[in-house]
């Protein structure tokens, strides 16, 4: 008889994971685990192989023989991931000829869902994602924060136990972004998801997690996992604290030992 996973278990636990991509390793022995309900965020160095991380964990990539991966409890292939974790990828991919609520509903139309029901959720949504009168635009008449707030929405409304954020504001200016980070807090607090969040910025790495991890230079691992113990509501003051400075500080000198490392390895010596 197999016992139900107790409710220690965390959702996701990768052990010793690797990925190789012929000649470049861009993840070596690679571990990590993310609680239910958590808010985990990564940093790293460009290139540390973040991306390839979410791509495993999506079941779009399987790792390299040898590591091992746990959903709730179980191990499995990634493959088998694939559909059962919601994924923003690194760029919106939005489809241009589909409009907002369209674009919105793509994974569950793909996943089969019925249209019109898929539609009506969409459109209730809309005002939780600062869209309403917009279901009919298309992407190319939105604004960099409307088309990440509908490629999220995208997100969200394939209800899974697990999402995975590839720099969702990237592309965005600095009040746009803070904007939009405290607007992602506001809207997870209510739906409770788990996330796994990756960002190359340190304050919005401290601001959203629950725990912050940096990766290392390429081969990436998790090199330092630091948890954040800053309350919750987070208020838009909290980045000037002292608390909030002094983690940023640790967090920063952890990342630049490692951009350095990653900077030497492609440029060779640092000219004096
Ligand atoms: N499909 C692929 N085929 C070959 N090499 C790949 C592939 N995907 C990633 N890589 C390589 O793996 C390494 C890690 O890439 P990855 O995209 O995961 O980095 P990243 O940490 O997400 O970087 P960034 O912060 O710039 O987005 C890079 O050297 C990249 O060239
Ligand atoms: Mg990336």
Redesign the pocket.
Known sequence: MTLPPSAATPLLELQGIS?T??S?Q??RDLSLSVEEGEFVTVV????????????MVAGL?EPDPGGILRFKGRGCHAHELLGRVSFMP?RDLLLPWRNVVDNAILANEIEGANRAEARAKALRMLPEFGLTGFEKQYPHQLSGGMRQRVALMRTFLFERDLMLL??PFGALDALTRTLMQRWLLDVWQRHRRTILF?T?DVDEAIFLGDRVLV?SA?P?HVKHARRVDLPRPRAAELVTSPEFTALKREILEAIEEESMKSFVASNGAVAA
């Open positions: 990925k991509f012929g470049v861009a993840v790293g160095p460009s290139g540390c192989g973040k991306s390839t991380l979410f791509n990539d690194q590839d720099e990756i190359h990766m390429r990436g």
